[in-house]
């Protein structure tokens, strides 16, 4: 029985009979083979909780004694240290994607955790960048400031591509725009300008016409 045990191979229960220290044996090894038996019965409850994403499971280490009760609790602790950063990931994409930006994370974590929190980070600021540019330009319009353009520079990938498309658009609204108050201006003061030849699109061709 031990010998099959050592190799990983859980026999079944010893049923026969036996006196005195035998006995004693026996009650010994059926104990090693219940222990095994519910180690791997709380192996398979964490192994199919984490497949099918159940990340509050545990093993229960208060079935175990001694050293094994240190290895199921183990177990245990390991998974907690994978699902908190996790969670913590889950979390912060969650309110990114709605618009919500959360703070910087700030707590020490190690390894492959820490290029997670960095990513996450980056993230951050990546978003507050853009949002701290379209608040500016928004300001800026209202105060027309209309030559007041944001750094697509600062920006990388597809955020830069939406700064700078930002841009284009403040350009094609107000290239017309900055047109007609010149012209408005030269015809207020008797210098009638020649006709426009550019070429608009949509309201922009009204306006121009």
Request: glycine share 6%.
């Amino acid at each position: 029985y031990v010998d099959k045990v050592s190799k990983g191979i859980i026999p079944p229960v010893i049923t026969a009979e036996y006196k005195g220290q035998y006995n004693v044996i026996k009650t010994n090894l059926n104990n090693v083979v219940k222990m095994m038996s519910d180690l791997l019965t709380q192996t398979d409850i964490i192994i199919k909780a984490a497949a099918e994403g159940e990340l509050k499971k545990r093993a229960d280490a208060d079935k175990f004694v001694g050293g094994w009760n240190q290895l199921v609790k183990g177990v245990n602790d390991t998974i907690t240290n994978i699902v908190n950063p996790l969670n913590v990931t889950a979390t912060y994409v969650d309110r990114i994607s709605k618009g919500d930006i959360p703070p910087k994370i700030t707590d020490q974590y190690s390894g492959d955790y820490n290029i997670i929190k960095n990513n996450l980070n980056a993230c951050i600021d990546a978003v507050n960048f853009m949002v701290a540019d379209a608040a500016m330009l928004s300001k800026a319009a209202v105060d027309g400031k209309l030559a007041t353009r944001a750094d697509a520079s600062r920006h990388q990938g597809d955020f830069r591509k939406i700064v700078a498309g930002v841009n284009d658009t403040l350009d094609a609204v107000i290239g017309p725009l900055n047109v007609a108050a010149k012209y408005v201006d030269e015809i207020s003061k008797g210098a009638i300008p020649a006709k426009i030849t550019d070429t608009y699109n949509g309201d922009f061709n009204t306006l121009k016409n």
